[in-house]
């Protein structure tokens, strides 16, 4: 219950509107914010089996990079249960655009230094990690991945490094790995080859 006292504490006294503009793209999608809107389409999505992920990590990321102590530490709680519910861990301070999607709700990682746009989608066992190592959390200057705006990321994709831009309109394939900057309007892919031998007998 106490959980809940922090979370309805923060509602109450904090600017809501870009948490708002989220949940109305993620969440309602079709209409305007309304808190019935959102309360009921949540119920909906639990009574047909689908995830409310996106409604617990944006809400636990806004309390930990603007509450106070008590909501900093409740959104970490929140966040160790989503890790453990949903084996997703987005690091709180990541930026994620509107309409983000996840195919398949299992081994994704994203760093909190990925700025990721509009209408990006990501599939199963995917990382988007850092190659530096930081000691301190500083959120607005940093070395950082962008990925833009109407992304596909294909299932079992690396994508690595600090100063890193993925830009708008691309597609990137199953199983690639990614360690350099990307232009917009393009597919990209790691090239594998498949070796069969078959044994005599």
Known sequence: ??????????????DLTKLKEFWEADIIIDKSFKWRRLLRRLRERK??????????????????????????????RIQIDLVSKYNIEIAFGARIGKNF????????????????????????????????????HDYRNRLCIKIGNNVD???????????????????????SFINKDIPDNCTVYTEKTNKIQIKSL
Not at 57 to 76: D, P, Y
Not at 158 to 169: P, Q, V
């Open 1 to 14: 219950m106490l959980k809940y006292f922090h979370i309805i504490k923060f509602l109450m006294t904090h």
């Open 47 to 76: 009574r047909e089996g689908l995830q409310n992920y996106f409604f617990w990590w944006r809400l636990a990321n806004e309390m930990f990079l603007n509450g106070n102590i008590s909501q900093h530490l409740t959104a970490k």
């Open 101 to 136: 999607i996840i195919g398949h709700y299992t081994g994704i990682v994203i760093t909190e230094t990925t700025d990721i746009g509009d209408n990006v989608t990501i599939r199963q066992n995917t990382t988007i990690g850092r190659k530096t190592v930081f000691v301190e």
């Open 153 to 175: 990321i294909g299932a079992h994709t690396c994508i690595i490094g600090d100063n890193l831009s993925i830009g708008n309109n691309v597609k990137i394939g199953a199983m």
